[in-house]
């Protein structure tokens, strides 16, 4: 048996090389080949929108956004003052009842909270400062194609310390630093896809909204989750082959 | 206003990475490194006088259990070796009794009883039992804690080296089955000793004293001054008195020691505020003479002010959210289109201190606790709870660190009548805003059901009728 106390695992750098070759491998076909990969996802996107009947124009390049994006006729809406007003009352009275309130979870205050600001904020910016914010569905697109990219590097780095340096089998490290990366595309298509279609029934002021929630919250949740059941897989894998050897 | 908000921006990325890149030394460094044992090869062998302190108020439902314990620990049972000294501070439930029923039975065991309304607070209550204690090493147990008879001996191991002046052992939930709060307290907890106490001991940083199942040489903890009744965690103010004055904290990971941990949201809100809100008093009391200590080395001082801001992160990753609204309605700043810049805002953004979650992940795989590994993606929920605990805490910390150090009366107790309070009117209002003084107890309340799960049985109930389920 084993004492956890003061278990270590010896580093596997065979496999912590491997990782580092994948990410290598990724950043150069991201640096390469990314543009030919937005293309690629704008193309992917553009179907998406045909068939959720999202009427639009694809542009392959701009000079000003030096990438694919989409072009969209939406008139601008502008917030009346009374619906901001509501909501600053809403939003104080809401944050007095929670902060009185001990039985409601305080994840759920945090959540509320998060939401409540982004949402007055919003709202009080295109009632005060202008309908139209600076940030269009163009630099939306274009952040997130960036973002996407970005993402599938950054999740070959996490993976490579937390997971291909740890004891146990290579093949499953592979296997769901695949799936994550699998994953991560097609959420990034599905997001930007969705983002768009936002824009276009439902109005500015939930495409903004929409499109700060489903950025970097979901990008968290689902890294970790792939993260945990990687892991989850490989010690039952790793305690396998302890068994083997220990007989 | 865009400049400042792009200021603010770096300034948060800057530090966020200073933490993953610590949590990310502290992973490898546990998981892949020979661990410092702290001469767990002598315990049993080396054995010096012990005192164990007992801090108690109102514990009826879990005092027999670590009564019970410290009679059965495998340590001398000679008075001039070993002591038990239970302080009951101010206990209106049986506790009382309780305590008198295990000193008249055992020689070794004495009690303390003190007198006043609420009692006078942890500190207080240990400043008192370090009086009456007349052994070399101070252990101290909070009384809803179940030590293995083997807990002591690997506690005292690590003072045969004379630089070591305070000892820490691990903390293990014995209930985490009981609800989904004590799930994410037991994996917390797994990631916080397993993996970051351990590598910093490991590496000859600032392990720290958690308050229970530790202690310190006696003639130490005098030299220090005792436990500053002022802190509301005094075992983080002592942790950096001792560093500061040259000792060492050594972590035991092998003295496992088994707690019940807190089950519902609200009661996990007022434990982590209390640790919030201390955490940051000292972070306030001792930032500067932690990075001007001639006695610490440059890592030591960087680690010591990583660890007084870790309750101050939440707020840092709140700030980067309220961030990110302005700037997506104002539009990005120019700089973040550079590939690298990109690459840390979307890093911060998206993953936070991934690190931290890594370390948890790291520290159930060493424990073998496969299922647990699959809770990771729910501790999401606690970071969100910390965001608004820590946010709160770090305010409610800058007014009570405007109060004088020493400790203050509450406005309206017992004694001091309404409106003549000897403080001034706006002591008063901070009081009654700040979670009242340090002096008195400000428990986590326990179900009292640990013992059942340490001895794997089911808690009996009574119904109402009277029938046992």
Redesign the interface.
Same mark, same amino acid.
């Given at each position: 048996m084993?004492?956890?106390?003061?278990?270590?695992?010896?580093?596997q750098k065979t496999h912590f090389f491997t990782g580092l070759a994948i990410a290598l491998a990724l950043t150069a076909v991201v640096t390469f080949q990314g543009f030919n990969f937005w293309i690629w996802q704008a193309k992917m996107v553009s179907g998406l929108l045909f068939f959720a009947g999202v009427p639009h124009n694809l542009i392959i390049w701009t000079p000003l956004t030096r990438g694919p994006t989409f072009e969209m006729l939406v008139t601008p809406q502008s917030v009346p003052l009374i619906a901001v007003i509501g909501s600053l009352l809403f939003f104080f009275s809401f944050i007095l009842v929670l902060k009185r309130s001990?039985? $409601?979870?305080?994840?759920v205050?945090? $959540?509320a909270?998060?939401v409540s600001?982004?949402t007055i904020?919003?709202l009080s910016?295109q009632t005060v400062?202008s309908p139209v914010?600076? @940030?269009t569905l163009h630099?939306v697109t274009i952040?997130w194609s960036?973002?996407g990219v970005?993402?599938l590097?950054?999740i070959t780095l996490?993976y490579m310390?937390?997971l291909f340096?740890?004891r146990g089998p290579l093949w499953v490290k592979v296997f769901w630093l695949l799936v994550t990366i699998g994953f991560s595309v097609i959420w990034n298509l599905l997001r930007i896809s969705l983002v768009t279609a936002t824009l276009y029934y439902f109005g500015l002021s939930v495409f903004?909204l929409f499109? @700060?929630f489903a950025?970097?919250f979901i #990008?968290?949740?689902y890294?970790?989750?792939f @993260?945990?059941?990687a892991?989850?897989h490989?010690?039952?894998s790793?305690?396998r082959e302890v068994m083997k050897i220990d007989g | 206003m865009g400049l400042l908000a792009n200021m603010v921006l770096i300034v948060l990325i800057a530090i966020i990475s200073l933490y993953i890149a610590r949590h990310?030394r502290f992973?490898?460094n546990?998981?892949?490194? *020979?661990?410092r044992?702290c001469q767990q090869d002598l315990a049993g062998a080396f054995r010096p006088s012990v005192s164990v302190l007992i801090p108690m108020h109102n514990e009826e439902k879990v005092a027999t259990g670590l009564l019970e314990r410290l009679v059965e620990m495998d340590y001398p049972k000679d008075d001039s070796l070993y002591e038990v000294i239970a302080i009951d501070d101010g206990s209106t439930d049986e506790t009382k009794s309780m305590v008198d029923e295990y000193a008249s039975k055992f020689s070794f065991i004495k009690a303390i009883h003190r007198v006043g309304n609420g009692g006078n607070g942890k500190p207080e209550a240990l400043n008192v039992g370090l009086k009456m204690a007349s052994n070399d090493i101070i252990l101290i147990f909070d009384a809803d804690y179940l030590p293995p008879r083997d807990c002591l001996e690997r506690l005292v191991a690590p003072f045969v080296d004379v630089e070591v002046g305070g000892v820490m052992g691990?903390v293990v939930p014995v209930n985490s089955g009981e609800s989904f709060v004590s799930r994410m307290m037991d994996i917390e907890r797994a990631g916080g000793y397993?993996i970051s106490q351990q590598a910093r001991y490991n590496l000859n940083l600032i392990p720290q004293f958690g308050g229970t199942v530790g202690g310190f040489r006696r003639s130490v903890l005098k030299a220090v001054g005792g436990f500053d009744a002022s802190m509301l965690t005094e075992d983080t103010d002592l942790t950096y008195k001792l560093y500061l004055n040259g000792w060492k904290i050594a972590y035991v990971?092998?003295a *496992?020691c088994y707690e019940e941990a807190v089950w519902s949201?609200?009661t996990? *809100?007022k434990q982590l505020t209390r640790w919030a809100v201390g955490h940051d008093q000292c972070l306030f009391k001792y930032f500067f003479s932690t990075l001007r200590s001639p006695v610490l080395s440059f890592w030591q001082k960087i680690d010591g002010v990583l660890l007084l801001g870790i309750y101050v992160t939440p707020i840092l990753m709140?700030l980067g959210?309220?961030m990110? $609204?302005?700037t @997506?309605?104002?539009? =990005?700043p120019w700089w973040s289109y550079l590939f690298p810049a990109?690459?840390f805002i979307? =890093?911060y953004?998206? $993953?936070?201190n991934?690190a931290v979650?890594?370390e948890v992940?790291?520290s159930?795989?060493? #424990?073998?606790r496969?299922?647990s590994?699959?809770?990771?993606?729910l501790?999401?929920? #606690?970071l969100?709870?910390?965001?608004?605990?820590c946010s709160k805490a770090f305010f409610k910390a800058i007014l009570l660190s405007k109060r004088r150090s020493k400790p203050v009366m509450a406005p309206f107790s017992k004694g001091v009548e309404k409106g003549e309070s000897e403080e001034p009117l706006y002591e008063n209002m901070l009081s009654g805003f700040v979670m009242n003084n340090c002096s008195q107890w400000d428990k986590t309340e326990r179900s009292g059901n640990g013992l059942h799960y340490y001895n794997h049985k089911k808690t009996q109930t009574t119904n109402n009728e009277g029938r046992t389920e």
């Open positions: 084993f004492a956890r106390y003061s278990r270590n695992l010896k580093f001990s039985r $409601i979870p305080s994840p205050k945090a $959540i909270l998060v600001l982004t904020f919003t910016w400062i914010p600076l @940030y630099w952040d960036c973002s970005i993402g590097c950054l996490i310390p937390f340096a740890l903004l499109h @700060y950025g970097a #990008d968290f949740i890294i970790i989750t @993260y945990s059941l892991l989850y490989l010690s039952k790793e305690t | 990310l992973f490898g546990r998981m892949f490194k *020979e661990q044992s691990r397993q990971n092998a *496992e949201w609200e996990r *809100e709140l959210w309220l990110g $609204i302005f @997506y309605l104002t539009g =990005a990109m690459f979307f =890093a953004n998206t $993953i936070g991934f979650f890594g992940g790291g159930l795989f060493l #424990d073998r496969r299922r590994i699959l809770l990771l993606p501790m999401f929920l #606690d969100l709870g910390n965001v608004w605990v």
